[in-house]
């Protein structure tokens, strides 16, 4: 996309990727004139403001790089709607930013968009349960006899939903964490090693060094490219299958939240 070198072009292309990373079932909401349930939805919020301030402080980071504020903020914007929809495409070379820059970068192909988009990554719907949770856990080790419950689109979540994000989440990172250490044996450094299974195994793109935005993944031996085709199918394919859930106890939340039962429901 950097070839054109055409601002409005980026900014186009910036916004739509943007909003196909938002849930299909809210642009449904808006058909029906349900706008509270479009614009109030708890993922939604979340993911525009990640992108807000992924956006927002990357172009303070990257902003002696370029120009001006404006190409910086249109130049950020772009890297970061395409990261966190997983569409792949680069404005620009990533791989000379900043390490604050290189990290949220990181960050962001972990998170993945909205479930229920067109994007890949953990989606934003797990990683809120997860932190929920998480909190829960911990005011549960400070106050062992209180009773809380995490809440998730203004419903709240039984344990076996718990447990499926809370088994989501290892089987991911087991799965990452060996094909880190498979890769490795290619002998490459840690960051192209690293970003490579990331990037493949969140159907992102280009990862950051040999991997980044200007390079590619010719260098891998034919075993190594086989360990990446296999993680950018289980990705997509096999960990997107791993929930089941009764957290939708009538047609009628169902409908309500199609967001949420989508999600966990295979």
């Known amino acids: 996309m950097g070839a054109y070198n055409n601002p409005y072009f980026e900014i186009v292309i910036g916004v739509f990727m943007l909003l196909f990373g938002i849930n299909f079932n809210l642009y449904y909401f808006l058909l029906l004139r349900r706008f509270r349930d479009a ?81 890949g990554g953990l989606k934003i719907s797990r990683v809120v349960i997860f932190l929920k949770a998480a909190k829960q856990d911990l005011n549960k080790m400070l106050h062992t006899h209180a009773v809380t419950t995490v809440r998730f689109e203004g419903k709240p979540l039984d344990e076996k939903v718990l447990r499926g994000v809370h088994n989501y989440f290892n089987i991911y990172m087991l799965l990452l964490t060996l094909s880190v250490l498979l890769l490795s044996l290619d002998g490459f450094d840690i960051v192209s090693t690293f970003t490579a299974v990331l990037t493949c195994f969140n159907n992102v793109g280009p990862g950051l060094e040999m991997v980044g935005p200007m390079g590619s993944f010719a260098d891998f031996s034919a075993p190594a490219k086989l360990l990446l085709s296999f993680d950018m199918l289980a990705g997509c394919g096999v960990l997107s299958r791993q929930h089941g859930s009764s957290a939708c106890p009538s047609s009628d939340d169902s409908f309500r939240y199609p967001s949420f039962c989508s999600f966990l429901i295979p």
């Open 39 to 119: 614009f109030c939805s708890e993922e939604m919020l979340a993911y525009l403001g990640i992108v807000g301030f992924s956006t927002v402080t990357i172009t303070l980071n990257i902003l002696h790089l370029y120009d001006n504020v404006g190409t910086a903020l249109r130049t950020a914007f772009f890297q970061v709607s395409s990261i966190i929809t997983t569409t792949g495409y680069a404005s620009a070379d990533f791989n000379l930013w900043p390490t604050y820059s290189r990290v949220v970068i990181c960050i962001l192909m972990f998170c993945g968009a909205c479930a229920g988009s067109t994007a």
